[in-house]
């Protein structure tokens, strides 16, 4: 999927059985947190390189942490090699996933 269409895509839109999440992924950070919401964009910060797959699964380790899921309800769906990913989270509704990472 472009960057374009993905663009198109809001965070945390309702799916069928949870939420969508667009997120904006800067590598090689101090620490891995999320580091805020921009428009419908959720920043985070990674320490992992991009060029592996530990980046994706650092991002994966630390939304189902801050959400309090496990993580085998978390998928990237789109961008696996690139910074801007649409992630799928499974159980929850967008206002709740909202509301956990604004914590």
């Given amino acids: 999927m472009d960057k374009k ?8 839109d309702k799916v069928e059985t949870g939420s ?5 992924v800067t590598h090689l950070a101090g620490r891995n ?10 920043k985070v910060n990674l320490t992992a390189r991009s060029m ?3 980046a994706n699964d650092d991002l ?9 899921i496990t993580q085998h309800n978390i998928e990237i769906v789109a961008g696996q090699s690139s910074n801007q990913k649409l992630v799928s989270i499974l159980g929850m509704s967008p206002s709740e996933v909202m509301e956990k990472l604004i914590r």
């Fill in 60 to 68: 994966i380790s630390l939304l189902a942490k801050q959400l309090g």
């Fill in 52 to 54: 592996d797959g530990e």
């Fill in 5 to 12: 269409k993905l663009k198109n895509l809001l965070s945390a």
């Fill in 20 to 24: 969508a999440l667009f997120v904006s």
């Fill in 33 to 42: 947190e999320i580091a805020g919401i921009q428009g419908d964009i959720v």
